[in-house]
T-cell receptor
Framework: DGGITQSPKYLFRKEGQNVTLSCEQN?????MYWYRQDPGQGLRLIYY???????QKGDIAEGYSVSREKKESFPLTVTSAQKNPTAFYLC????????????FGPGTRLTVL | GENVEQHPSTLSVQEGDSAVIKCTYS??????FPWYKQELGKRPQLIID?????GEKKDQRIAVTLNKTAKHFSLHITETQPEDSAVYFC??????????FGTGTRLKVLA
């Protein structure tokens, strides 16, 4: 299960606070992704990055922000503008050479108190 | 927008029976279709995938079929075992880097 890691595993946030979720990969993948998973729903794309210093919004980007300063790292910030942030957040990475398997991290469960 | 529909949402089978999960996609340009298995509280893991130039692919007890004309693809699990119990997600590629995921099927294999 190595290759892509996320921290922390559990995160609690008070309303009005920004929090940052970490995602690191050592698979030498160019592309990285953030998904949100809610009970009974599929994985919804928040942001993705094809290459360092570049990223695009996914389907549910409002209230989230990302950065991609290093190939290995793609942190996600959940801002206070995200009205319902309690969810399971999954980071993934994939090869840039055509559409291929995405490898997932173990996830971070965020709970707003 | 483009979407992927997945059915059924829950599926219970007796151990040793077969299970079939079906997905329909809307983007005619989709050319890669992975299936992921997610056990409770864990990360999704790829179990099988198929590309648009192939109609069927098999890996031991797992097979996937693709009908590009009808925009359907299906996961078949034979001789089910209790350890097959999990949530299964289908996905269809969108462009070069993105997937659209189905909403998942919770499979329960009853011993």
């Amino acid at each position: 299960d190595g290759g892509i890691t996320q921290s922390p595993k559990y995160l609690f946030r008070k309303e009005g606070q920004n929090v940052t979720l970490s995602c690191e990969q050592n698979l030498n993948h160019d592309a990285m992704y953030w998904y949100r998973q809610d009970p009974g729903q599929g994985l919804r794309l928040i942001y993705y990055s094809q290459i360092v210093n570049d990223f695009q919004k996914g389907d549910i980007a409002e209230g989230y922000s990302v950065s991609r300063e290093k190939k290995e790292s793609f942190p996600l910030t959940v801002t206070s503008a995200q009205k319902n942030p309690t969810a399971f957040y999954l980071c993934a990475s994939g090869s840039r050479s055509g559409i291929n398997e995405q490898f997932f991290g173990p996830g971070t469960r965020l709970t707003v108190l | 927008g483009e979407n992927v529909e997945q059915h059924p949402s829950t599926l219970s089978v007796q151990e040793g029976d077969s299970a079939v999960i079906k997905c329909t996609y809307s983007d005619s340009a989709s050319n890669y279709f992975p299936w992921y298995k997610q056990e409770l509280g864990k990360r999704p893991q790829l179990i099988i995938d198929i590309r648009s130039n192939v109609g069927e692919k098999k890996d031991q007890r797992i097979a996937v079929t693709l009908n590009k004309t009808a925009k359907h693809f299906s996961l078949h699990i034979t001789e089910t075992q209790p350890e097959d119990s999990a949530v299964y997600f289908c996905a269809a590629s969108q462009g070069t880097y993105k997937y659209i995921f189905g909403t998942g099927t919770r499979l329960k294999v009853l011993a």
